[in-house]
C-alpha cells in the first residue's frame, strides 16, 4: 500500500474542459469528486490500473464474471434513483444474474462542459453509497470531459468483476418444460417513473424506479432453489423482452398469465393513458427467474422473505410446445404472441 | 393485468367472465344464421383501435370459424401516403422548425425516411400528446417556428381545430398545423362500392362517433343495407358489438345501433364539431396509402386561419408517390384476403421495413398479425 497522499481540492462551480485536459485541474477534480467519494484502499494509489489479488478471487469460486455497461438516462435524477446508483446497480444485477458474487467495478465518466459540480458530487456520493450498501468496491476509473453538445451531460461505463462459486450453471439455454417462470416483483416501474419524470408528458405520476442491486436476492434465491435454471433482469425491453431470449435459447414454448402480471395500479393507469404495454417497459430491479416445478414454491418463499421480493409471484410455465415463442393467454381466455419489440415502443394515438 | 385494485370502466370491461358469456352467444347465434352454412360471415371493425383490442386480447381465436373479422381503414398512421411524410421531413428540417408529432407517426415511411431518420439525421423533431403541448413550446420557443403534425380521423380533429383557435386568441405567430386529418365516411362509402366485396356488417368507430355522433353512419344501414354497431374498445365491447350485428344479421335488419352509449351520444359533440367547422374545410380529395385518392375525405385549414396553415407557409414538395407495385393493403383493407395472404408479408414487408400502410402501426392489421399473431408461429391464422 502506497503512502496516504494529500488529495487534490477544486473549487469552482463548473466542470470545463481544463478539467479533462490531464493536468492538474483534473487530478483536483477526480481526486475531490471521486476518490473522496469512493474512498477505498484499492483506488487510492491511482494507478493506472486497480490490482487485485487472485488468491482472494479464487478462495470465492472457481470462474471470474466479468461485464460492462454504459448509462445514458435522462433526467440524471428520477423519483428512486440516479444515473449513479443505476450505473451501480446495473452492473452489480449483470454479474449477480450469472450467479456471480459482484465484487469490484470500474466507473468511466464523460462529462459534459458546464456541468455543475454539484451535480458531479450527487452522482458520485450516489454511486459510493450504492456501493458500498452493494459490498462491492469501485476501484479504477476514467475521466473525460468533451465540448458542449458532445454528450448529454453525463455519461457513466461500470464494469464489473464477480467471482460465480463451483457448481453453478445458470444460463438463458437452461430452461426445460415444465419449469416456472417468476418474477420478483411490480414490473415497469422503472420505464413509466423515467418517462414521467421528463416532464414532457403532463402527466403527474407518482411512481418511483425499483433501482436496486439484486445480488442478495439472487444469493436468498439460489440457496432455496439450487435447481434454478436461468436469471436475467428485465431492464431495457422488459418481461417481455427477457422471455423472448429464453424461449429462444432454450428452444422452448413460454406462456404466461395477463391475470398474473403484477402491476402497481398507477403504472397500469399510466400504460392505459398513455398506450404502453408495461410488459416492455423497463425494470431496474426486477428479474425473471425460472425454476424447476419441484423448486418453485420453495424459491418463491425465499424471494418473499426478502424485501425485494415481497411481491414475487409466478407469471407462467415453460412448454415443449410453441418453441421459440411467448404467448399470453389473456383475461379474455384468448391468446396471443408476446414478441420483441422492433425498436422503442411508441404511444399510439387512439 | 393482476391488479390491487379495479380500475373503473377497464376492468368491467376485460371481464373474463362477461367474455365467455358473450362468446358463447356469438356461437350460438352465428349457428342460427343461414347465410354461415354457405361462406363465413364478414364483419368489419373500421377502427385501428378495435383491431389493436381484437389482437392484444386474443378475440379471434375465441370465435367460431364462420365468423370472420376484416380489419378496416381506420389506423390514420396506416393510411398515410409517403408524399406526405416526405412533406412532413422537407418542414421538420429547416433550420427554424420544430416539428412536433404524436409518437406513432415517427416511425411511418417516407420515400426515403421516416421521421424518426430525420430526427436522427439532425432534424428537430419532439414527440408531444395533444398539440396544446406543442402550442405550449411554441410559446417557450419565440425564436422558432413549431409545426404540429395534424394526423387523425374527427377524433383528434377537434383537439387541434381548438390548439389553431388558442394559438389564434393567444396572438401566437410561431405556431402552424401540417393538417392530414382525414374523414371516414367517405372511405367507409368507398370500401362499400367496391365491386370484390362481401362485408355483411360493421363495427362503427366508437371515437369518431363521440365527436360525429351517430347519425352519419346511417347511409351504411340505409342505403347499402348493411348493420352497423358503434363500439367501445374494450374486449367486452367488442364482443357485445359483434353479437348486436350477428342479431341483426340473424334479424334480417340493417340499423346503425350504439354499443358505447357511455362515451359516444347520438348527436355527438356540438362544441368540438364548431370548432372543426370554424376552422377546417374538406379538400376535393385526399390520398390514403393502400386505397389511393378518396373524394372529400381529408381537410385542411381554412383561408381565415392560413397563418395557422403549415402547407401554406412552406414550399412543400407534395409529391405523389405510388404504393410499392408488391403491396396488397387495399385487397388486406377490403377483406379480400387476409394479411397472411399478401405476397410481401413477413418478406419484404415487415414491421422494421414497413412496405405498405398497414405494416406501419401497432394498429395497422398487418403489424398486429405481425406482432401478436407471430410470424414464428406455425399456427394457419388464416
Not at chain 1, 481540492?9 to 490531464?22: K, N, P, Q, S, Y
Not at chain 1, 423519483?79 to 449513479?84: K, L, Q, R, S
Not at chain 2, 393482476?2 to 368491467?12: F, I, L, T
Not at chain 2, 403541448?133 to 420557443?141: S, V
Request: proline content about 5%; overall charge negative.
Amino acid at each position: 500500500m502506497s503512502r496516504p497522499r494529500t488529495l487534490g481540492r477544486i473549487f469552482v462551480d463548473e466542470v470545463t474542459l481544463a478539467h479533462g485536459g490531464g493536468g492538474k485541474a483534473m487530478k483536483d477534480l477526480i481526486d475531490d469528486v471521486f476518490v473522496r467519494a469512493f474512498d477505498n484502499p484499492t483506488l487510492a494509489p491511482l494507478e493506472d490500473q486497480a490490482r487485485l489479488w487472485i488468491s482472494e478471487l479464487s478462495a470465492r469460486g472457481d470462474r471470474l464474471a466479468f461485464t460492462t455497461d454504459s448509462f445514458v438516462v435522462d433526467p440524471l435524477f428520477f423519483p428512486g434513483g440516479d444515473i449513479g446508483k443505476l450505473a451501480v446497480c446495473g452492473t452489480v444485477n449483470d454479474l449477480a444474474v450469472g450467479g456471480a458474487v459482484p465484487l469490484f467495478l470500474s466507473c468511466a465518466v464523460i462529462i459534459e462542459e458546464g456541468v455543475s459540480l454539484e451535480i458531479l458530487r450527487r452522482v458520485a456520493s450516489s454511486m459510493a453509497d450504492t456501493a458500498r450498501a452493494a459490498g462491492v468496491q469501485i476501484v479504477t476509473g476514467d475521466t473525460k470531459v468533451v465540448n458542449k453538445g458532445a454528450c448529454d451531460k453525463l455519461f457513466l461505463t461500470t464494469t464489473g468483476i464477480g467471482v460465480i462459486r463451483e457448481g453453478r450453471q445458470l444460463s438463458l439455454a437452461a430452461a426445460r418444460p415444465g419449469d416456472v417462470v417468476l418474477v420478483n416483483g411490480l414490473l415497469g416501474d422503472h420505464g413509466a417513473a423515467i418517462l414521467a419524470a421528463r416532464g414532457d408528458l403532463a402527466l403527474d405520476a407518482p411512481i418511483e424506479s425499483d433501482c436496486a442491486a439484486l445480488h442478495g436476492l439472487i444469493e436468498a434465491l439460489l440457496a432455496a432453489a439450487p435447481g434454478t435454471r436461468c436469471l436475467r433482469d428485465a431492464t431495457r425491453g422488459g418481461v417481455a423482452t427477457v422471455l423472448n431470449e429464453i424461449a429462444e435459447a432454450s428452444a422452448v414454448g413460454i406462456e404466461i398469465d395477463d391475470a398474473r402480471v403484477p402491476l402497481r395500479p398507477e403504472v397500469r393507469g399510466f400504460c392505459e393513458i398513455l398506450g404502453l404495454d408495461p410488459l416492455y417497459l423497463a425494470n431496474e430491479g426486477k428479474l425473471v427467474a425460472v425454476v424447476p416445478a419441484a423448486e418453485a414454491s420453495a424459491a418463491l418463499a425465499a424471494m418473499r422473505a426478502h424485501p425485494l421480493g415481497r411481491e414475487a409471484v409466478s407469471i407462467g410455465e415453460v412448454h415443449r410446445e410453441e418453441e421459440g415463442c411467448v404467448i399470453m393467454r389473456t383475461t379474455m381466455g384468448g391468446t396471443r404472441v408476446v414478441d420483441m419489440l422492433v425498436g422503442e415502443q411508441l404511444p399510439r394515438i387512439c | 393485468m393482476s391488479e390491487g385494485r379495479a380500475m373503473k370502466y377497464v376492468d368491467e370491461f376485460r371481464d373474463g367472465e362477461r367474455a365467455r358469456v358473450l362468446t358463447r352467444a356469438i356461437t350460438a347465434i352465428v349457428g342460427e344464421i343461414a347465410l354461415a352454412k354457405r361462406r363465413p360471415i364478414q364483419i368489419m371493425e373500421v377502427c385501428g383501435g378495435h383491431t389493436h383490442t381484437i389482437f392484444r386480447y386474443g378475440i379471434e381465436g375465441l370465435l367460431p370459424k364462420e365468423l370472420e373479422l376484416v380489419h378496416g381503414p381506420g389506423c390514420p398512421v396506416c393510411v398515410l401516403p409517403m408524399g406526405r411524410v416526405d412533406d412532413c421531413i422537407a418542414i421538420a428540417e429547416r433550420p427554424e422548425v420544430i416539428f412536433t408529432t404524436f409518437g406513432d407517426a415517427m416511425r411511418v415511411p417516407g420515400s426515403k425516411r421516416s421521421l424518426l431518420g430525420a430526427k436522427a439525421m439532425g432534424a428537430d423533431v419532439r414527440m408531444v400528446y395533444s398539440p396544446m403541448d406543442a402550442l405550449a413550446l411554441a410559446k417557450k420557443n419565440p425564436g422558432r417556428h413549431v409545426v404540429f403534425f395534424g394526423i387523425g380521423f374527427e377524433t383528434t380533429m377537434p383537439s387541434t381545430a381548438l390548439t389553431i383557435l388558442a394559438a389564434k386568441a393567444d396572438g401566437v405567430e410561431n405556431f402552424s398545423v401540417f393538417s392530414n386529418h382525414i374523414t371516414i365516411v367517405p372511405t367507409i362509402k368507398a370500401i362499400l362500392d367496391s365491386p370484390d366485396l362481401h362485408l355483411d356488417g360493421f363495427l362503427g368507430p366508437g371515437h369518431v362517433s363521440m365527436v360525429i355522433g351517430t347519425a352519419p353512419l346511417q347511409f351504411i344501414a340505409r342505403h347499402y343495407r348493411r348493420p352497423v354497431v358503434v363500439s367501445g374498445f374494450e374486449p367486452v365491447d367488442v364482443l357485445q358489438s359483434l353479437w348486436m350485428v350477428l342479431k341483426q344479421i340473424k334479424e334480417g335488419r340493417a340499423e346503425v345501433e350504439n354499443q358505447y352509449a357511455r362515451v359516444a351520444p347520438e348527436g355527438g359533440n356540438g362544441p368540438a364539431l364548431q370548432a372543426v367547422a370554424e376552422v377546417y374545410e374538406l379538400r376535393a380529395s385526399f390520398e390514403w396509402r393502400g386505397l389511393g385518392s378518396i373524394d372529400h375525405s381529408g381537410v385542411r385549414v381554412r383561408e381565415a386561419y392560413a397563418r395557422y396553415d403549415a402547407e401554406r407557409r412552406f414550399d412543400l414538395p407534395s409529391a405523389q408517390i405510388a404504393d410499392p407495385a408488391d403491396c396488397q393493403c387495399g385487397e388486406v383493407l377490403k377483406g379480400v384476403i387476409k394479411p397472411r395472404q399478401c405476397k410481401v408479408f413477413g418478406t419484404t414487408c415487415t414491421p422494421e421495413t414497413p412496405l405498405g400502410a398497414l405494416m406501419v402501426s401497432s394498429e395497422g392489421a398487418c403489424a398486429a398479425y405481425y406482432q401478436y399473431g407471430g410470424v414464428k408461429r406455425h399456427l394457419e391464422v388464416v
